[in-house]
């Protein structure tokens, strides 16, 4: 392991990984993406995703690819019209697939249902007229707010056929949280259920809505699904789902709209301030999302079962459960539960009832998996599985390699796909059958997409350097600003290296000697010891290969000599044994990071805890740590998925066996 200087870098590159995995010969015969794509795509940007652009149905054809002369707001497709619903469902019934499963739908409670894509149609078609009914037409807001069922995604569907923007917003969130998305974007409709299950039990979710609703004037009308059958409050503005739309008539003629028309809004949250309301818009958007299911997932309609275990709340649930792989007329597992419900092995009993063929979920959910043990996956058939994909954080190496064992049948390709919210769709990642993967590394931008690692300077950095990840092109996805605040959109995004009119992604990554990237998580998270600039990442995957961690999260907490010193929080793994946590495990483990990545990363201090704060989607909240390792009063959780996972840490610590 090496260690590199650190001066003058943007950011030190510490931890290096010297495991490759080649597709195998099978894999690469088969596989949909071929070398020559990166070639095609160099050779010709522009007609490269003309002919991505063909995978569409597209009413009227575009005149020009890509107007970029208002930048930073792009126009693709210009000219071209389309119905992006047509797209991911009555398409694929005219050309005689209407009794293809679409979505294999596993409720929690055991329940489950099989939707063809003839009764998508239907489906879809009935809500359409429904929300048409209602007076929402193009440009109107919708929100939706919806348990994992299928009747979120026919709304969404419902929406994109009428024109509507959905604005999907994550059923765990607040009242409040609610409210304030609603009166953002004046939505005129909300779609809910009564009730979601959690983790075995129905929980009411309407009294939210009503709360919101209450205070959101815009608000029309709320469709309720029954789901539960909680007894709820009944509002003037309420009706319900199963009385509106499925008195409707199942037919409905797709009308086509602009390639820039305005699909959906989908709020993520900046560090401080209001969530931004991420705008995206219609014919760059899809062409991006189909284009990467089928390459980056080496996706075969007519054999794969695909699942994707996100929630429809996160833009994974938008571009790999709904978009992506609908207008590529997959056969799918959505799920609506927790994975530890009934049991442990939940997931993987569902791969092997439906034979899941492509699983993509998320390194916290792979570094849980870890925790709860290995004997769990082994007791189920995993042997239908032939592609892994992983998104949301940087995948820590070890993490890697326990999925492409544990879960790959150590066969399987793992993709490591970094995006964003705002990009629409993957960006960077390998491409199986044509890339060796690299464990923990998300390697190379995809053919048709401009990704560099730069200094800040906005140069970019050589092989071996750190640095901040900008994106230097503009591309078919990409977000089309934040929903009423263009000066935001411009200040957050393209002010950072406005010079070189780079996107500025707001992450820090590296290139190692291969030129492959390496995403070292949010800037504002990186460390700064004796004037090393030292990323999380890299410190919390070195303590994550030994063998008693199975989570870790790091902190940077000030230092009197140092200027910030490196404080860890870790989970121990499931059997890891009593004296995993004692002081000379402690001692063990600071070692072994200064051996892997060298003694200035060595933690100050580590502690073991039960769990960490993360966020509803996963991401581990590191501001609160910070708090925690500089004893000050924990800041704001509420947009954490557990609040109460602060007192157990801080609980734990008060025991006072910690620290070293
Ligand atoms: C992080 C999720 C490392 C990154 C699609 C990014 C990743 C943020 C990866 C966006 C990955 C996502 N490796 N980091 N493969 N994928 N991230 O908007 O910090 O929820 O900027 O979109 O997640 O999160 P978002």
């Given at each position: 392991m090496?260690?590199?200087?650190?001066?003058?870098?943007?950011?030190?590159?510490?931890?290096?990984e010297?495991?490759?995995?080649?597709?195998?010969?099978?894999?690469?015969?088969?596989?949909?993406?071929?070398?020559?794509l990166?070639?095609e795509?160099k050779?010709?940007?522009?007609?490269?995703?003309a002919?991505?652009?063909?995978?569409?149905?597209?009413?009227?054809?575009?005149?020009?690819?890509?107007?970029?002369?208002?930048?930073?707001?792009?126009?693709?497709?210009v000219?071209?019209?389309?119905?992006v619903?047509?797209?991911?469902?009555?398409?694929?019934?005219?050309?005689?697939?209407?009794d293809?499963?679409?979505?294999?739908?596993?409720?929690?409670?055991?329940?489950?249902?099989?939707?063809?894509?003839?009764?998508?149609?239907?489906?879809?078609?009935?809500?359409?007229?429904?929300?048409?009914s209602?007076?929402?037409?193009?440009e109107?807001?919708?929100?939706?707010?919806m348990p994992?069922?299928?009747?979120?995604?026919?709304?969404?569907?419902?929406?994109?056929?009428?024109?509507?923007?959905?604005?999907?917003v994550?059923?765990?969130?607040?009242?409040?949280?609610?409210?304030?998305r609603?009166?953002?974007?004046?939505?005129?409709?909300?779609?809910?259920?009564?009730?979601q299950?959690?983790?075995?039990?129905?929980?009411?979710?309407?009294?939210?809505?009503d709360?919101?609703?209450?205070?959101a004037?815009?608000?029309?009308?709320?469709?309720?699904v029954?789901?539960?059958?909680?007894?709820?409050?009944?509002?003037?503005?309420?009706v319900?789902?199963h009385?509106?739309v499925?008195?409707?008539?199942?037919?409905?003629t797709?009308?086509?709209f602009d390639?820039?028309?305005?699909?959906?809004?989908?709020?993520?949250?900046?560090t401080?301030?209001?969530?931004?309301?991420?705008?995206h818009?219609s014919?760059?958007?899809?062409?991006?999302?189909?284009?990467?299911?089928?390459?980056?997932?080496?996706?075969?309609?007519?054999?794969?079962?695909?699942?994707?275990?996100?929630?429809?709340?996160?833009?994974?649930?938008?571009?790999y459960?709904?978009?992506?792989?609908l207008?590529?007329?997959?056969?799918q597992?959505?799920?609506?539960?927790?994975?530890?419900?009934?049991?442990?092995?939940?997931?993987?009993?569902?791969?092997?009832k439906?034979?899941?063929?492509?699983?993509?979920?998320a390194?916290?959910?792979i570094?849980?998996?870890?925790?709860?043990?290995?004997?769990?996956?082994?007791?189920?058939?995993l042997?239908s599985?032939r592609?892994?994909?992983s998104v949301?954080?940087?995948?820590?190496p070890?993490?890697?390699?326990?999925?492409?064992?544990?879960?790959?049948g150590?066969?399987?390709?793992?993709?490591?796909?970094?995006?964003?919210?705002?990009?629409?769709?993957i960006?960077?990642?390998?491409?199986?059958?044509?890339?060796?993967?690299?464990?923990?590394?998300?390697?190379?931008?995809?053919?048709?997409?401009?990704?560099k690692?730069v200094?800040?300077?906005?140069?970019e950095?050589?092989?071996?350097?750190?640095g901040?990840?900008?994106?230097?092109?503009p591309w078919p996805?990409m977000?089309?600003?934040i929903?009423?605040?263009?000066?935001?959109?411009?200040?957050?995004y393209?002010?950072?290296?406005?010079e070189?009119?780079?996107?500025?992604?707001?992450d820090?990554?590296?290139?190692?000697?291969?030129?492959?990237?390496?995403?070292?998580?949010?800037?504002?998270?990186?460390?700064?010891?004796?004037?090393?600039?030292?990323?999380?990442?890299?410190?919390?995957?070195?303590?994550?290969s030994?063998?008693?961690?199975?989570?870790?999260a790091?902190v940077?907490?000030?230092?009197?000599?140092t200027?910030?010193g490196?404080?860890?929080?870790?989970?121990?793994?499931g059997?890891?044994?009593?004296?995993?946590?004692?002081a000379?495990?402690i001692k063990r483990?600071?070692?072994?990071?200064?051996?892997?990545?060298g003694?200035?990363?060595?933690p100050?201090?580590?502690?073991?805890?039960?769990?960490?704060p993360?966020?509803?989607?996963?991401?581990?909240?590191?501001?609160l740590?910070?708090d925690?390792?500089?004893?000050?009063?924990?800041?704001?959780?509420?947009?954490?998925?557990?609040?109460s996972?602060?007192?157990?840490?801080?609980?734990?610590?008060?025991?006072?066996?910690?620290e070293?």
């Open positions: 090496t260690q590199s200087p650190g001066q003058g870098q943007a950011l030190d590159n510490l931890l290096t010297s495991r490759t995995f080649p597709p195998s010969d099978e894999f690469a015969a088969q596989a949909n993406a071929q070398p020559a990166y070639e795509a050779a010709d940007r522009e007609a490269f995703w002919k991505q652009a063909e995978r569409l149905h597209w009413d009227t054809k575009w005149t020009q690819v890509l107007d970029w002369s208002d930048a930073p707001f792009a126009k693709w497709f000219g071209g019209k389309l119905n619903a047509y797209n991911c469902v009555d398409r694929h019934v005219e050309s005689g697939h209407g293809q499963v679409a979505i294999h739908w596993e409720g929690e409670p055991g329940d489950s249902r099989a939707i063809t894509y003839g009764e998508l149609q239907r489906e879809v078609s009935k809500a359409a007229n429904a929300l048409t209602l007076g929402i037409g193009a109107d807001r919708v929100a939706i707010y994992m069922i299928p009747e979120a995604i026919f709304a969404m569907l419902a929406c994109a056929r009428v024109g509507a923007m959905h604005s999907v994550f059923g765990g969130f607040s009242a409040e949280a609610l409210r304030t609603i009166e953002d974007s004046a939505c005129r409709l909300v779609i809910t259920t009564d009730g299950y959690r983790r075995g039990t129905p929980a009411p979710l309407k009294p939210a809505v709360e919101a609703v209450a205070g004037p815009s608000v029309e009308k709320v469709i309720v029954k789901r539960t059958d909680t007894e709820v409050a009944w509002m003037d503005k309420d319900w789902w009385e509106l499925d008195s409707q008539s199942d037919q409905h797709p009308e086509a390639a820039e028309h305005p699909l959906f809004i989908l709020y993520t949250s900046g401080t301030g209001k969530p931004k309301g991420i705008l818009t014919g760059g958007y899809l062409t991006q999302a189909s284009y990467t299911q089928h390459h980056v997932f080496d996706l075969k309609p007519d054999t794969d079962v695909y699942w994707c275990t996100a929630d429809i709340g996160w833009v994974t649930g938008h571009s459960i709904v978009y992506g792989p207008s590529n007329r997959v056969t597992v959505v799920y609506e539960g927790t994975p530890n419900t009934p049991h442990e092995g939940r997931h993987w009993e569902i791969v092997q439906y034979g899941v063929s492509i699983y993509y979920t390194p916290t959910l570094r849980t998996f870890m925790k709860w043990g290995a004997e769990i996956p082994a007791k189920f058939d042997s599985l592609v892994l994909g949301g954080e940087p995948i820590n070890e993490a890697w390699i326990w999925y492409r064992e544990n879960v790959g150590g066969k399987a390709p793992i993709v490591d796909t970094w995006w964003q919210t705002e990009t629409g769709a960006m960077i990642s390998p491409l199986p059958g044509v890339v060796s993967t690299k464990p923990g590394s998300a390697q190379r931008p995809l053919p048709g997409i401009g990704a690692v200094n800040d300077e906005g140069v950095v050589p092989h071996g350097g750190g901040y990840l900008v994106l230097d092109e996805s977000l089309r600003g929903w009423g605040d263009e000066e935001r959109y411009r200040e957050t393209w002010s950072r290296f406005a070189q009119g780079f996107y500025f992604a707001g820090g990554a590296k290139y190692d000697d291969d030129g492959d990237i390496w995403l070292l998580g949010r800037v504002d998270d990186v460390m700064n010891v004796s004037g090393h600039r030292i990323s999380t990442t890299e410190v919390e995957s070195a303590l994550v030994h063998p008693t961690v199975a989570e870790a790091v940077g907490a000030s230092d009197a000599t200027g910030q490196i404080v860890a929080f870790v989970i121990l793994r059997g890891a044994g009593s004296d995993a946590g004692g000379d495990a483990l600071r070692d072994h990071v200064a051996k892997e990545i003694p200035i990363a060595k100050r201090q580590i502690m073991v805890v039960p769990e960490l993360k966020t509803r989607s996963g991401k581990i909240m590191r501001r740590l910070r925690v390792a500089e004893n000050r009063a924990v800041g704001d959780v509420t947009t954490l998925a557990d609040s996972v602060m007192d157990l840490i801080s609980a734990g610590l008060q025991s006072g066996k910690s070293d």
